[in-house]
């Protein structure tokens, strides 16, 4: 709901403001309003007292293929039913709450029929779920970083088969993401680490949005923690999608908690928003994943 007042100016934001209006209606309907708090019900009035009249046009998300960016290096490209996130935002620290959340996971992938596939939440310092890890030349090997140094983003034109390409440059190497629109159903990354031949192979994890009953490899995700390796033959695979990549040293992980910021003491999150990291090695030749919508 945030900062709906504001595109009702348009056309186009009026109907991006009803579509965020209708969203809410559906997903917390009248009988739940006394559940709403205090925030939730001033951005609506602000959407109430702010609303400019209008003709009420399509909502600019229903573009079928577009490139939105930030001035800081954060991106979103729509190519179809498929959405690519990539960002490398690196906040400065803070002396309040938990809210300054580096973008430690670079990459993130929805799909308009399954919704999210790949999360690409972040949090300070390193952490499991980081995109990539790189080291610092030896003999200082004290820790690895977590967030890239900078980042550059090659999105791509909209509708075109040009990819759209994240590089991000660490202190002890460089990563890159290339994100292929094959077809509707069809999306490709390809992934590269540039590091010391010494320093090889670089962890690449993706985290997966797989939850408490989601079933993996045949596998029903639950209270015991999940850890294959060799027996996924290059597969994760469930009822919505497939992916495929390398089979030596892959490692599927559930589950992780991801970090809070709205726990302002451990920063622990629900367990329904656990996910699962998939971890690929990344040697000197570039690594193809494919993601499949059933």
């Known amino acids: 709901m945030w900062g709906g007042f504001v595109d009702s100016v348009t056309a186009e934001g009026r109907g991006f403001v009803q579509r965020k209006l209708e969203t809410l209606y559906d997903r917390r309907p009248p009988e739940t309003q006394g559940t709403h708090g205090g925030e939730l019900i001033s951005l609506l009035c602000e959407n109430h007292e702010f609303w400019v009249d209008g003709p009420v046009g399509a909502p600019e998300v229903d573009r079928p293929h577009y490139v939105d960016r930030l001035e800081v290096p954060g991106a979103v490209r729509r190519h179809g039913s498929w959405f690519a996130s990539l960002q490398g935002i690196v906040h400065l620290p803070r002396p309040w709450g938990g809210f300054t959340i580096d973008r430690t996971s670079l990459l993130s992938v929805w799909h308009q029929k399954t919704a999210l596939i790949v999360n690409g939440s972040g949090e300070p310092g390193q952490n499991p779920a980081q995109s990539f890890v790189f080291r610092p030349p030896r003999p200082s090997r004290e820790r690895a970083y977590a967030v890239p140094e900078q980042v550059d983003l090659e999105m791509g034109a909209p509708e075109s088969a040009e990819p759209a390409v994240l590089t991000a440059d660490y202190r002890g190497g460089t990563a890159r993401v290339s ?7 069809l999306l490709k990354l390809k992934v590269e680490a ?20 989601d079933r993996v490899n045949e596998v029903t995700l639950g209270d015991e923690p999940v850890h294959l390796e060799g027996e996924m033959e290059g597969v994760v695979e469930t009822d919505g999608w497939r992916i495929t990549f390398p089979v030596e040293g892959a490692v599927f992980r559930w589950p ?23 971890t690929l090695p990344v040697g000197a030749e570039c690594v193809e994943v494919q993601i499949r919508v059933q």
């Open 256 to 278: 992780y908690d991801p970090y809070n910021p709205y726990d302002v003491e451990k920063h622990r999150s629900p367990r329904n928003m656990y996910v699962s990291l998939l």
């Open 194 to 213: 540039f590091a010391r031949a010494d320093e090889y192979p670089i962890p690449f994890t993706m985290q997966l949005e797989l939850r408490d009953g």
């Open 179 to 185: 994100v292929h629109f094959e077809s509707d159903s």
